[in-house]
RNA sequence: GGGCGCGUAGCCUAGCUUGGAUAGGGCACCGGGUUCCUAACCCGGCGGUCGAGGGUUCAAAUCCCUCCGCGCCCGCCA
């Protein structure tokens, strides 16, 4: 409870209530610590008021009956400007904010602070937030994505909240999986296993995205690999030759170009990266091997039979049969796990918060970072938020192997067509060009609002139905609500500041509720940036477009009369704040639709 | 087997971090609303043993324990 008056409506309100609270415990005898009345002021109301304080503990402490005790402190509590009423009820205390105070505050701070409203103070903590990190081996599916949506959210509401924030995607360019794909290409197509060969022919398209077409054979050459132990060594070489600094010159250009490809996806979402970490920066410029040395060096390594370095990671907490880790292999190249203890360095090194998005399948080797981060003294540790796989409705993950794979591009394709049809048929009006920047964004904007509306650790079955959704809880009841207010604006002549208004003419039940919603945005980003409850920003932005489609039915705007200006400014604070939460969300603002 | 996560109306979901008054939404379904600022909207109705049991507490969807169901992980893969 930090926030500050310069940033967030309710705060002077708030502070009067816990300092008036605070003298009338004293002249209504009840013992009160202030740390206590703040845990028990509920600051979302409850049915009878703004702000509800419940008695029970003071009573219990104090011996004596809740509503007496409630009536005590309400006959105690000295009038003051920012509450309107104070009502005993029960066990509790009921406080209504004064409506005019709040809605001029309100909205003279969205004014104010225009496009930075919501936000918090700057901080001077930098932080990272490494998300997505996805090999470059293929395209996107909509399970990997649901990573890119979360940590974009909540990189988006970190910044907001005042912190630095660089984001990282930390480009996996040294592993098997990278030399596989070397592999195949670096080789004539007549000399491809058959299998692999079959599953790629017949299914090229001409002119298809570098990560769909350099991805084609991974499924089946994954599968292959399984049955040619004599291919496995050949990759197993590769990946030995890779890491001593001698890949084909091929190598980190398929790396960069399927990269390319899903990023190129990525930024239809509105989803960007600061940095581009690759892997193998790690194993150049020598960090690995003094990890490594670290590692071999502590009283918990192991050297094992073929050369491998191991940890005896006994006594962490593992899962029994893990607690054996594996750092260095036999055959001296590093491990997945070794880089990324480089890696993590080199974020401590900059950053004093680090934040790592990983699926739930990726937690045993965040413990199992951690505990090498403890064997070589290393004593911060990142912060992982970990997120539930998507299934699909027949059951199990989604499989590119299986076919069960939902591809981004694909549901993007779909989307599209869908939100095209929509735009259609409702705006025969609208140039191509306009249509076509409609459905793009309604149709980016609804699979980004299906993802992040759930929380992170939720398992998700995926349905091609929900995911193209346009109604209720969706991107574009959002949007549409803000090209509503914008067509308003725009209409009323009125597209551009100043609002000039009279906070007592808003004096109508949806106008007051439409408010309190308004003014609720800054502590909503204060607590996704401190929980990651990503969740809560789709939800906020949900309930200020109801609250505002609610307000638009009830009252006129445009030909109201002496209400008009005043309600003008309070749809343009409207139009503000809906913007922002979009922006926080990486949905676009749409002006029409 | 062990570790982690999830379980809220027919379906999806918020609330759980910080316990507080009749558990909020959405979809579907039923009934209304457009000579009027965008009906991708609004109003009303229907629908809940918050997985089960126990505990802590003045008070439990929320905290603790046990159990059940589902998912993931337990590689010299990433």
Not at 365 to 387: F, K, N, S
Not at 575 to 581: C, D, E, H, K, P
């Given at each position: 409870m930090t926030s500050s008056v310069a940033v967030d409506p309710w705060a002077p309100t708030l502070e009067a209530v816990l300092a008036g609270l605070s003298a009338a415990a004293v002249g209504a005898?009840?013992?009160?610590?202030?740390?206590?009345?703040?845990?028990?002021?509920?600051v979302d109301g409850g049915p009878e008021g703004d702000l509800a304080f419940a008695v029970h503990r003071f009573a219990k402490g104090a011996g004596r009956a809740p509503p007496e005790v409630a009536e005590a402190f309400a006959a105690h509590f000295v009038p003051i400007p920012e509450i309107a009423s104070v009502r005993a009820k029960g066990a509790y205390v009921n406080f209504t904010a004064d409506p005019t105070r709040l809605a001029r505050s309100t909205l003279e701070l969205v004014f104010a602070r225009g496009d930075r409203y919501g936000h918090g103070e700057a901080t001077s903590?930098?932080?990272?937030?490494?998300?997505?990190?996805?090999?470059?081996?293929?395209?996107?599916?909509?399970?990997?994505?649901r990573n890119a949506i979360i940590g974009d959210t909540f990189a988006r509401a970190l910044r907001a909240s005042g912190a630095p924030v660089t984001t990282q995607y930390y480009v996996d360019d040294m592993g098997r999986q990278a030399a596989m794909i070397t592999w195949i290409w670096s080789k004539p197509r007549a000399e491809w296993p058959e299998p692999v060969r079959r599953a790629v022919e017949g299914e090229e398209v001409p002119g298809e995205k570098p990560d769909r077409h350099r991805g084609r054979p991974y499924p089946a050459l994954s599968a292959y690999l399984k049955e040619h132990p004599e291919a496995?060594?050949?990759?197993?070489?590769?990946?030995?030759?890779?890491?001593?600094?001698?890949?084909?010159?091929?190598?980190r250009e398929l790396s960069e170009s399927i990269l390319a490809g899903m990023l190129a996806s990525l930024a239809r979402l509105k989803i960007g990266f600061d940095e581009l970490v690759w892997e193998s920066d790690f194993l150049r410029n020598g960090s690995v091997e003094r990890?490594?040395?670290?590692?071999?060096?502590?009283?918990?390594?192991?050297?094992?039979?073929?050369?491998?370095?191991?940890?005896d990671a006994s006594g962490h907490g593992l899962p029994k049969e893990s607690t054996r880790i594996v750092v260095q292999r036999g055959n001296g190249t590093s491990l997945y796990v070794t880089r990324d203890v480089a890696y993590h360095l080199s974020k401590f090194a900059r950053f004093a918060r680090v934040l790592d998005v990983l699926g739930q399948d990726h937690q045993l080797?965040?413990?199992?970072?951690?505990?090498?981060?403890?064997?070589?003294?290393?004593?911060?540790?990142?912060?992982?938020?970990?997120?539930q796989d998507i299934t699909v409705p027949e059951g199990g993950r989604m499989s590119t192997r299986g076919g069960s794979a939902v591809w981004l591009d694909h549901l993007l394709e779909?989307?599209?067509?869908?939100?095209?049809?929509?735009?259609?048929?409702?705006?025969?009006?609208?140039?191509?060009?306009?249509?076509?920047?409609?459905?793009?964004?309604?149709?980016?904007?609804?699979?980004?609002?299906?993802?992040?509306?759930?929380?992170?650790?939720?398992?998700?079955?995926?349905?091609?139905?929900?995911?193209?959704s346009f109604e209720g809880r969706s991107g574009p009841f959002v949007q549409y609500s803000y090209a509503r207010a914008s067509s308003v604006l725009r209409k009323g002549g009125a597209d551009r500041p100043p609002y000039p208004f009279d906070a007592a003419r808003l004096s109508h039940p949806e106008e007051a509720a439409l408010v309190r919603v308004i003014a609720r945005l800054p502590r909503t980003?204060?607590?996704?940036?401190?929980?990651?409850?990503?969740?809560?920003?789709?939800?906020?932005?949900?309930?200020?477009?109801?609250?505002?489609?609610?307000?638009?039915?009830?009252?006129?705007?445009?030909?109201?009369?002496?209400?008009?200006a005043s309600r003008i400014a309070l749809v343009a604070a409207v139009?503000?704040?809906?913007?922002?939460?979009?922006?926080?969300?990486?949905?676009?603002?749409?002006?029409?639709m």
């Open positions: 005898g009840v013992p009160a610590d202030p740390a206590l009345l703040g845990a028990a002021l509920n903590e930098p932080a990272c937030v490494e998300h997505t990190s996805a090999n470059p081996t293929g395209p996107f599916h909509i399970g990997r994505v496995q060594e050949e990759v197993a070489r590769l990946v030995h030759r890779i890491e001593s600094g001698d890949a084909p010159p091929e190598h990890v490594l040395e670290r590692l071999r060096s502590t009283p918990h390594s192991v050297r094992e039979e073929n050369g491998a370095w191991a940890i080797h965040a413990r199992t970072l951690d505990v090498l981060l403890e064997e070589i003294g290393e004593t911060r540790r990142p912060t992982y938020l970990i997120y779909e989307a599209v067509s869908r939100a095209r049809g929509e735009v259609v048929a409702r705006r025969e009006d609208l140039a191509e060009e306009a249509v076509d920047a409609i459905a793009e964004a309604v149709a980016t904007g609804a699979v980004r609002y299906h993802i992040v509306r759930v929380a992170p650790e939720k398992p998700v079955v995926f349905r091609w139905e929900d995911a193209l980003v204060a607590y996704v940036a401190r929980s990651a409850h990503v969740q809560a920003l789709a939800g906020y932005a949900h309930d200020l477009a109801d609250q505002f489609n609610r307000f638009y039915h009830a009252v006129p705007v445009l030909r109201s009369e002496a209400e008009r139009r503000q704040t809906l913007g922002n939460s979009l922006d926080l969300l990486g949905l676009a603002r749409l002006e029409t």
